[in-house]
């Protein structure tokens, strides 16, 4: 019902930056939480950072002050701009988004298939 759509990963050096996108499409009524995790090789998969509806933000403690978060709601997308990347932040990248496909109807979690950043050193 609700389908995620991710892109803009790739292999940068440390240092540098890359920017995901994740683009909601399908019925959808409305969308709540929109977020960004992360799991790498032999790990569980994190929390990286989240918006809210109304735009506010949290973030991991590891990627204070070199990733934003952002959100269009009239697109339904969700934007990670990261900088400064370092090594550490080798993983999949999620997009995760809360979301109701009808009026009255519960929000429910939406997950994209993930897309590869790899920063070497």
């Known amino acids: 019902q609700v389908q995620l759509v991710e892109s803009g990963g790739g292999l940068v050096q440390a240092g540098g930056s890359l920017r995901l996108s994740c683009a909601a499409s399908?019925?959808?009524?409305?969308?709540?939480?929109m977020a960004w995790h992360r799991q790498a090789p032999g790990n569980q998969r994190d929390l990286v950072a989240l918006?809210?509806?109304?735009?506010?933000?949290k973030y991991a403690d590891s990627v204070k002050g070199r990733f934003t978060i952002s959100r269009d709601n009239a697109k339904n997308t969700v934007s990670l701009q990261m900088n400064s990347l370092k090594p550490e932040d080798t993983a999949v990248y999620y997009c995760?988004?809360?979301?109701?496909?009808?009026?009255?109807?519960?929000?429910?979690?939406?997950w994209g298939q993930g897309t590869q950043v790899t920063v070497s050193s």
């Open positions: 399908g019925r959808i009524f409305s969308i709540n939480d």
């Open positions: 918006i809210t509806s109304d735009g506010r933000t």
């Open positions: 995760n988004v809360e979301a109701s496909v009808s009026w009255g109807q519960a929000h429910y979690d939406y």
